[in-house]
């Protein structure tokens, strides 16, 4: 069968990513369809080697989409993604609008692919970036020894963010060369050869938005509300790529060379970890542009006895978003294969 699929958000930083990667893996891909706001209407984005038309998301008639990709922000995944459903579409939705939603998967294509299936109200929700690669190199650790707790600090790069704080750090960048003033408009500071630790929007009790994202979103992915997370949220001069360092708490001993052993093993993981300068991966020298979630520096916790170090890359717009979410549509389509 070949789908008729629709990318909402296909001018985006994220939009454009799913386009390669539907063009990349040969998603059957019998009509694509690409969704914007009516100020892009009639531009052209790539699909392969094709170039499609815009069109304005406001008026287009979703009957006849087989699969939806959203990544247009929450607010218009909230208007539209009901109607896409209503009208036959499954909706792969980028979003955290439904992602607490019961009735709604949350589905990380490496970890709970099963969960994929059970879509009530026909939308399957993408996991945050941060969360995403987290799970990816934790669930093989989480079925062998039983995590406990998480302790993490990102360094998210500011493609998370969007098209417009790519442009930012460039332009920042280039200004403070050219000895002109930086400013800001999409952060609320200075984000070239600066770190910011403000991911999303400040929560009443102090954390950031993105910090309760891997909180709530860990739970509900790996299935278990027992799971404690402790979370900062960082945004650091980075185009392409999410680094985390990772610390955890296992219920059973695991030490670092069995956890090397699990992660050498686990699907949609390259354990990157010589004990060497170079040897770990990083955005720029792994990450951006590729598929996998790179795991190095695995060591044990020196101060804690059921407890191992992990730092975790992998491109926050591939792994992070678009990759998934065209694989969680691959699993849409094996169903009726
Ligand atoms: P547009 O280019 O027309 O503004 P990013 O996260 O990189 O900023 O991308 C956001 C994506 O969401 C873009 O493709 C953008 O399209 C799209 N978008 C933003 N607002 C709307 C809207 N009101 N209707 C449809 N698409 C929208």
């Not at 922000?73 to 109607?83: T, V």
């Not at 600066?194 to 992915?221: A, C, Q, R």
Request: glycine residues 8%.
């Amino acid at each position: 069968k070949q789908y008729k699929v629709a990318v909402v958000g296909a001018t985006g930083a994220v939009g454009e990513a799913m386009l390669a990667v539907l063009a990349e893996r040969k998603f059957p891909v019998g009509e694509l369809v690409a969704l914007a706001s009516e100020r892009s209407a009639g531009d052209y984005v790539q699909f392969g080697n094709d170039e499609v038309m815009v069109r304005d998301l406001a008026t287009f008639d979703p009957a006849g989409v087989d699969i939806a990709l959203f990544s247009a922000g929450g607010s218009i995944s909230k208007q539209y993604a009901p109607k896409f459903a209503a009208a036959g579409a499954v909706v792969i939705d980028n979003s955290s609008t439904f992602r607490y939603d019961d009735d709604v998967p949350l589905v990380v294509s490496e970890v709970n692919p099963q969960e994929a299936r059970n879509r009530p109200r026909g939308i399957i929700a993408n996991p945050n970036c941060s969360t995403m690669q987290l799970m990816v190199a934790l669930k093989p650790i989480h079925d062998a020894a039983g995590i406990e707790r998480i302790n993490i600090a990102t360094y998210q790069s500011v493609s998370g963010t969007g098209r417009k704080a790519l442009e930012e750090l460039g332009k920042q960048t280039a200004a403070l060369l050219n000895f002109h003033a930086a400013e800001p408009e999409v952060y609320p500071v200075q984000i070239a050869f600066n770190v910011i630790p403000h991911g999303g929007d400040f929560n009443d009790n102090g954390y950031t938005s993105e910090e309760m994202k891997l909180v709530w979103e860990t739970k509900k992915i790996l299935g278990d509300d027992a799971i404690r997370v402790n979370a900062t949220v960082v945004r650091v001069p980075v185009f392409y790529g999410h680094s985390e360092a990772v610390n955890i708490e296992t219920r059973d001993k695991l030490d670092a060379r069995a956890a090397r052993a699990l992660l050498e093993k686990a699907p949609g993981v390259e354990v990157v970890d010589e004990h060497a300068p170079g040897g770990y991966p990083t955005p720029v020298t792994h990450a951006s542009g590729t598929d996998p979630v790179y795991v190095g520096r695995i060591r044990d916790d020196l101060s804690h006895p059921r407890a191992l170090n992990l730092w975790v890359v992998s491109d926050n717009i591939r792994k992070g978003a678009a990759l998934n979410a065209v694989q969680i549509a691959e699993l849409v389509a094996a169903e009726r294969a």
